[in-house]
């Protein structure tokens, strides 16, 4: 597997080569499907769609617009509360706007893993634009950990070009 | 920041240079410290002690040696799954030997990145030698997904070397 950058250098000094690299890779190139549930249903309800999804995050919505996003972690603090979770809507387990951490399509992959780290969440909601963010958002898509790892993997098989 | 990978490259082709340097960076240089719980602890301490540390997965042992491994998925499922989380035991949730993927401190970054994408995990624990493997088997550190994304902002920091 080739890395999907597009295009290969020559004579660039190595210490700008990872970061032209990795700044080049597009988050819309990557990025996957999202997995969306809405604000009213149950804890359960939405545990049980994140397995099914095998997903670790599920992006809540109102209607067609962005509230929040909910995590396994946010899910396992309700679950071990003691509270019913077939009551529970997940709208009180997410993290909700505006403290929803979201990448543009149009920023890079090092972007998000950037942004990853610095909020310490393990997925992004990814949206049109940046500048979309406080007003009604509508998700294109989802970039995680694992979204980074496969794309190390394939840096790596850089060599069998 | 500067990547740990401890030196420069010059006239080599690019096409082997991603390859080189990722397999150049050892796991030992990037490990986190393991969180150990022991098996006979309820799914409940486990969960609980998995907030305290903040980590996504525990590694279970007995007395010093690997039992196996639980995650954030594993501890959800059970907590949903309407039992008593104070009586069953982490070592019913979890995933037990020899079903556990490890990697060795010896072995590259790149290596527990294609290891976590090939087993579908998000952690792996780090082993003195993967040839110990079957024996009894004390874990010296965890890699994550976390650690890949880590490795990787490094190596887009590259460029401000």
Redesign the interface.
Same mark, same amino acid.
Do not use: H, W
């Given at each position: 597997a080739r890395?999907r950058v597009g295009y290969?250098?020559?004579g660039k000094k190595?210490?700008? $080569?990872?970061?032209?690299?990795?700044?080049r890779m597009r988050i819309s190139d990557y990025q996957s499907v999202p997995i969306a549930v809405q604000e009213t249903i149950s804890v359960?309800d939405a545990?049980?769609t994140?397995?099914m999804e095998d997903v670790?995050s599920l992006i809540v919505l109102k209607e067609r617009y962005l509230q929040g996003v909910v995590s396994?972690?946010d $899910?396992?603090?309700v679950?071990?509360g003691g509270g019913n979770?077939h009551e529970i809507p997940v709208n009180l387990a997410m993290t909700r706007l505006p403290n929803v951490v979201t990448v543009s399509s149009e920023a890079s $992959?090092?972007d998000a893993?950037?942004l990853?780290?610095r909020h310490q969440v393990?997925s992004l909601p990814v949206i049109p634009t940046k500048s979309a963010a406080g007003t009604n958002v509508e998700v294109v898509g989802r970039v995680?950990?694992?979204t980074?790892?496969?794309?190390?993997?394939e $840096?790596?098989?850089?060599?069998?070009?």
């Open positions: 890395p290969f250098y020559s190595n210490a700008d $080569l990872f970061g032209d690299v990795l700044s359960y545990t049980v994140m397995f670790g396994r972690k $899910l396992l603090k679950a071990i979770i $992959l090092y893993a950037v990853m780290m393990d995680s950990k694992t980074i790892t496969r794309a190390f993997v $840096l790596g098989q850089y060599r069998e070009v």
